[in-house]
């Protein structure tokens, strides 16, 4: 299950186009993640006026007016832009996570890489955030919640994967090996 492969690409490759494909793969699948939870809302309104990432912010000492930051849409549509800093963020980092270590270990890409979403799923909502006390624990949540978090993280994955296979496909020039 762990056997690592010697990727055709050398480091510097994959590190340089790990970062510069995550960050592409990070904003669409960022983007497919914030539509998901448009159609499917993981929390109540009343338990998402402190959501979890700016929960998270604030137990490491962010101060509040910077997590409540934001900035008029269309005139009047508040756009808190340090939650979409944050949530980029996250999506950005593991998607080229995912990229670097696609490289080395082909089983990242399982199910087209919805595996990995429910991987990240699992470890940061059922696990890491439950232990931290930023949301709480499985048990308490309710089940609208870990049904929007689990398909969602699913397409998330999904989408990273898919992306990042298209841009490796269409790299003439590289040596990244796809999925």
Do not use: C
């Not at 983007?31 to 159609?39: D, F, H, N, R, T």
């Not at 080395?104 to 059922?126: C, D, E, M, P, S």
Request: cysteine-free; hydrophobic content about 50%.
């Amino acid at each position: 299950m762990l056997t690592l492969e010697k990727p055709q690409a050398g480091l510097k490759e994959i590190i340089i186009k790990s970062i510069w494909y995550g960050i592409i793969a990070g904003m669409v699948s960022g983007m497919v993640k914030i539509g998901w939870e448009a159609i499917f809302p993981p929390r109540t309104i009343a338990r998402n006026l402190i959501n979890p990432p700016q929960h998270m912010a604030q137990q490491i000492g962010i101060p509040d007016h910077l997590i409540q930051s934001f900035v008029y849409y269309s005139t009047d549509q508040k756009v808190f832009w340090f939650t979409l800093v944050l949530h980029f963020s996250f999506a950005i980092a593991f998607s080229v996570l995912y990229v670097f270590v696609s490289q080395y270990w082909k089983q990242i890409g399982l199910w087209q890489g919805a595996a990995y979403g429910l991987v990240l799923w699992v470890v940061w909502h059922v696990i890491l955030m439950p232990a931290f006390g930023t949301v709480p624990a499985p048990w308490n949540q309710p089940f609208s919640e870990h049904f929007s978090e689990f398909f969602g993280h699913a397409v998330w994955g999904w989408a990273i994967a898919a992306t990042v296979y298209y841009l490796i496909a269409k790299d003439k020039k590289g040596h990244l090996t796809n999925l």
